[in-house]
């Protein structure tokens, strides 16, 4: 079964850093790409980044020069490196990967991480 699991999440200050992490098991890992969204409350859920399996990655642009998303294959597990953290980046942030199955790319979502970023 594939299980996408978060964690990382917490309350931290404006201009603080948090790095999340998203353990994945029960698909080959290496070839596919992982993502990472998030949704604050009210709000539509939004892609933040993504990383393919070859390495190429993508942010939304209100992260780009302060998020980093990176895997380690070897663990299974792909990051979200958050910099310069501010208070508009609360939100639940997901694991994503959409897996093909009979031809079809199915969604698969973690269970969700807060990141509350407050004075």
């Known amino acids: 079964q594939v299980q996408l699991v978060e964690s990382g999440g917490g309350l931290v200050q404006p201009g603080g850093s948090l790095r999340l992490s998203c353990a994945a098991s029960?698909?080959?890992?290496?070839?596919?790409?992982m993502r990472w969204y998030r949704q604050a409350p009210g709000k539509e859920r939004e892609l933040v980044a993504g990383?393919?399996?070859?390495?190429?990655?993508t942010y939304v642009d209100s992260v780009k020069g302060r998020f980093t998303i990176s895997r380690d294959n070897s663990k299974n597990t792909v990051y979200l490196q958050m910099n310069s953290l501010k208070p508009e980046d609360t939100a639940v942030y997901f694991c994503?990967?959409?897996?093909?199955?009979?031809?079809?790319?199915?969604?698969?979502w973690g269970q969700g991480t807060q990141v509350t970023v407050s004075s």
């Open positions: 994503y990967v959409g897996l093909l199955r009979l031809g079809v790319r199915l969604p698969y």
């Open positions: 029960g698909f080959t890992f290496s070839t596919n790409e």
């Open positions: 990383i393919r399996s070859a390495g190429s990655v």
